[in-house]
C-alpha cells in the first residue's frame, strides 16, 4: 500500500508503507535450517552461565573472535531464534517470495515452534536470549556469500520488541534485522536442514555434536574425528577428561538425530554413523543446471589428486537433497570440492580416492 503526503511546499510525496521492507514470520512448518558457518565453527557458549571471557578460535587458516556485552556470550539456546529466522526465510525463498533481513516473529510461534513452553518465565528469557545476541560482536575471516569478511559485526544489528499491556507484561511479538553476514548466507543457500528433533536435544554439547555431524557427515555413510579436535571445534570450556566423559554418555545412550555415535577409546576417535533418517522415500533429483568447463580446471587446483568429475556428481546430489539452486553455479562447485578436499585433511578419515 503506497499513500501520499505533501512537503513543505505542497508537492505529493509518494510515502512508503512503513512495513514495505518488513518480513513477517508466518510459516507454522517451515523446515528447520541453519547457516553451515555456524554450525562448522563454535560461535556459541555452550555454558549455561554467563560467559563473559573474550574466546578465539583459528583452524586450518581460518579465525573466529568472539566478544560478548556484559550480559554474556549469545548461547546455543539463544541461536534457537537464529534458526526460527532461517529456516522461515528459506520457506520464503523457495516458493520465489519476497524477504528481508527485517523480520518480526510472533513470540508464542517461536517458543512453540522451538519446543519451548509459554509461561511467564520462557518470555522473560526469550527477551534476554535477544539481549545476548546483540551483545555479541564477531570477527572473523569466514566467507558467506561468497564474500571474505575480515571485519566486525553482530549476529543481528539490531531487535525490538511489543510487550502487552497488564500485570504479565509477557511479549507479543519481536522484531530483528539480521545482519548482511547472516542474509548473506541465507541467499547464497549455504544452509543444512537440521532434524525435527534438533530443539529436544537438551544438552547442550548435543546440540553443538549434532551440528558437527550434520555439517561434517551430512549424507556420508561415516565420519571419524579425534576427540582432541571435536573438543577444539565444539568450542566447549570442559577439561579433556569432563568432555571424554560427556562423550562416552552420548556414545552409551545412542539417541543424536541422524547419526550414532561411537568411541574408539584406543584410538582416541569419535565416530559418526549415518543412521539413514535424511533419505527421503522419494529420491530427489540432482540439480541438472549447466557448469561453465573452465571450472574443472579451477576445481582441480583446489582438490588435487582428486576425480573432479565424481566431485561433480556428489556436488550435483547434494544440491538436489538439500534442495539448493545455486546463483553462481562455478563458484559454488569450486567451494564444494575446496570443502571437500579440507574436510578429508582435518578429519584423517580415509575416503576413497575416486
Known amino acids: 500500500m503506497v499513500t501520499d503526503t505533501t512537503n513543505r511546499s505542497g508537492q505529493l510525496l509518494p510515502e512508503r508503507h512503513p512495513?514495505?521492507?518488513?518480513?513477517?514470520?508466518?510459516v507454522a512448518d517451515a523446515i528447520l535450517k541453519d547457516v553451515m558457518a555456524?554450525?562448522?565453527?563454535?560461535?556459541?557458549?555452550?555454558?549455561?552461565?554467563?560467559?563473559?571471557?573474550?574466546?578465539?578460535y583459528e583452524h586450518n587458516g581460518y579465525w573466529?573472535?568472539?566478544?560478548?556485552?556484559?550480559k554474556g556470550l549469545a548461547t546455543i539456546y539463544d541461536k534457537d531464534i537464529l534458526i526460527y529466522c532461517i529456516s522461515q526465510v528459506m520457506h520464503k525463498l523457495k516458493n520465489n517470495e519476497p524477504v528481508s533481513r527485517r523480520v518480526r516473529i510472533n513470540s508464542r510461534d517461536l517458543l512453540i515452534f522451538t519446543n519451548r513452553?509459554?509461561?511467564?518465565?520462557?518470555?522473560?528469557?526469550?527477551?534476554?536470549?535477544?539481549?545476548?545476541?546483540?551483545?555479541?560482536?564477531?570477527?572473523?575471516?569466514?566467507?558467506?556469500?561468497?564474500?571474505e569478511q575480515i571485519d566486525t559485526f553482530g549476529l543481528i544489528e539490531s531487535s525490538s520488541i511489543r510487550r502487552k499491556h497488564g500485570l504479565d507484561g509477557r511479549l507479543l511479538w519481536c522484531e530483528i534485522t539480521l545482519s548482511e553476514w547472516i542474509f548473506n548466507a541465507i541467499q547464497a543457500q549455504e544452509v543444512l536442514t537440521l532434524h525435527k528433533d534438533y530443539f529436544r536435544l537438551r544438552k547442550p554439547l548435543e546440540r553443538r555434536i549434532y551440528e558437527l555431524a550434520r555439517k561434517h557427515c551430512g549424507q556420508q555413510d561415516y565420519w571419524k574425528i579425534s576427540l582432541g579436535l571435536l573438543l577444539k571445534k565444539t568450542g566447549s570450556?570442559?577439561?579433556?577428561?569432563?568432555?571424554?566423559?560427556?562423550?562416552r554418555d552420548l556414545a552409551?545412550?545412542?539417541?543424536?538425530?541422524?547419526?550414532?555415535?561411537t568411541f574408539?577409546?584406543?584410538?582416541?576417535?569419535?565416530?559418526?554413523?549415518?543412521r539413514g533418517s535424511m533419505i527421503s522415500a522419494v529420491p530427489l533429483p540432482s540439480w541438472d543446471g549447466h557448469l561453465d568447463p573452465e571450472a574443472f580446471h579451477d576445481a582441480r587446483q583446489v582438490a588435487p589428486g582428486w576425480d573432479i568429475y565424481r566431485l561433480e556428481e556428489?556436488?550435483?546430489k547434494w544440491l538436489g537433497e538439500n534442495e539448493i539452486e545455486p546463483k553462481h553455479p562455478e563458484r559454488h562447485f569450486i567451494k564444494f570440492c575446496r570443502s571437500w578436499a579440507e574436510r578429508r585433511s582435518d578429519t584423517q578419515m580415509r575416503i576413497p580416492t575416486f
Open 19 to 26: 512495513q514495505h521492507d518488513l518480513f513477517i514470520c508466518d
Open 38 to 56: 555456524q554450525m562448522e565453527h563454535p560461535f556459541y557458549s555452550l555454558s549455561k552461565k554467563p560467559e563473559t571471557n573474550i574466546r578465539r
Open 64 to 70: 573466529l573472535q568472539v566478544t560478548p556485552s556484559v
Open 117 to 147: 513452553g509459554t509461561s511467564g518465565r520462557d518470555y522473560m528469557a526469550l527477551q534476554e536470549a535477544l539481549e545476548r545476541i546483540r551483545g555479541t560482536t564477531i570477527s572473523t575471516n569466514i566467507r558467506t556469500g561468497q564474500e
Open 237 to 247: 570450556q570442559s577439561p579433556d577428561k569432563r568432555f571424554r566423559q560427556m562423550v
Open 252 to 261: 552409551e545412550h545412542d539417541h543424536l538425530p541422524d547419526y550414532r555415535v
Open 264 to 274: 574408539d577409546e584406543d584410538e582416541d576417535m569419535v565416530i559418526f554413523t549415518n
Open 314 to 316: 556428489e556436488w550435483r
